[in-house]
């Protein structure tokens, strides 16, 4: 049983020592890795690690073909001003690969889990000869797939699955006892910029989380196209996280005075504190228009724009 710091708990300043101290005692002489996303647990995770190990943490930027526009250059320009270097290893090729024909939402989890730990970052571990994985999972990570919600591709042990057996690695995870609140308040007292410490969550699966049924790399590009929009028209709301989804369904529309089978992008933005439970936000019908007028406008092959009105139960934030 993980025992929780709940936001009232939280002492950031006691925190990061202790977790820097534990990091420390754990890694001893060896070395550690950590892939950095760009996400808040990740960066939260990179800056922990370097102030425990310093050169003894390797951090690597894997470009699996999911992420969001310019994702890989703007977060090592990030860490750069930080002084931490990043290394970003092109992946994309193993990622579609092992996505290929895969429709099922567990399947697709499990293969993004297994091409991550396994080929791609397994790869890389050995070759660096670390013994250590650091990893940003959280305690709403660990109750979803826990409790069968969903599958969430980095948790392991609280699953039987030993890590070590399994990939060749330990993993070690700081974050384990704190909600996305409490990461956030513990990456603002290690220096963490806003742009990362406050940033809407996106999943480890990336977009490969949004589209509905195969993940190609056309259906990937929409979706991102279609992500860069919310997220550029949404950015100044104070929702929980906002996204993009792409539907497998085709609906009739027209272009151009003719009949055009297109594809649909649902729009969710949620209102939420823990992302346990959620609630649509009542965003104006004048932002649902701009929204609608913008992806028509800028995403090729869509004809539909939706607005997701459920709560999450039964809904769940990302689609897949
Ligand atoms: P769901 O979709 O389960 O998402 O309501 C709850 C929160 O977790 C994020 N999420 C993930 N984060 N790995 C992650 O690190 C995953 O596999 C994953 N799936 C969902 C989601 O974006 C939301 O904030």
């Known amino acids: 049983m993980i025992k929780e710091i709940t936001l009232k708990e939280l002492n950031p300043a006691h925190f990061i020592s202790d977790k820097v101290n534990e990091i420390k005692n754990i890694v001893g002489k060896n070395t550690a890795i950590n892939a950095l996303s760009g996400g808040v647990d990740s960066s939260v995770v990179t800056m922990l690690g370097h102030q425990a190990l310093g050169r003894n943490l390797k951090t690597v930027f894997i470009e699996n073909g999911l992420m969001r526009e310019g994702e890989s250059v703007q977060v090592k320009g990030f860490f750069k001003k930080l002084g931490i270097s990043i290394d970003v290893v092109d992946a994309r090729k193993e990622f579609f690969a092992a996505l290929k024909g895969i429709t099922n939402p567990e399947e697709k989890r499990e293969a993004i889990t297994q091409t991550f730990y396994k080929n791609v970052f397994g790869k890389i571990v050995r070759e660096s000869g670390a013994k250590f994985l650091l990893q940003g999972t959280i305690l709403t990570d660990v109750d979803e797939t826990v409790a069968g919600i969903k599958r969430q591709h980095n948790v392991f042990e609280q699953l039987g699955i030993d890590p070590q057996t399994a990939f060749g690695y330990r993993i070690i995870e700081p974050l384990i006892q704190l909600r996305k609140e409490g990461v956030r308040k513990a990456g603002k007292a290690l220096g963490l910029p806003p742009e990362l410490f406050d940033r809407i969550p996106f999943p480890g699966p990336a977009l490969s989380a949004r589209v509905i049924g195969e993940a190609t790399p056309e259906r990937i590009e929409t979706v991102r196209k279609a992500t860069a929009v919310v997220e550029c028209l949404l950015k100044n709301t104070v929702a929980f996280q906002y996204m993009a989804i792409l539907h497998e369904d085709r609906v009739t529309g027209m272009r151009n005075g003719k009949r055009d089978f297109g594809q649909q ?11 346990r ?11 649902l228009e701009h929204l609608a007028q913008e992806i028509l406008k800028n995403v090729p092959g869509i004809v539909s724009v939706t607005y997701n009105i459920a709560t999450k139960p039964p809904s769940t934030i990302e689609a897949v």
């Open 277 to 287: 439970t959620a609630t649509p936000t009542k965003l104006s019908f004048e932002t």
């Open 265 to 275: 992008i649902e729009v969710r933005c949620w209102d939420s504190k823990d992302a």
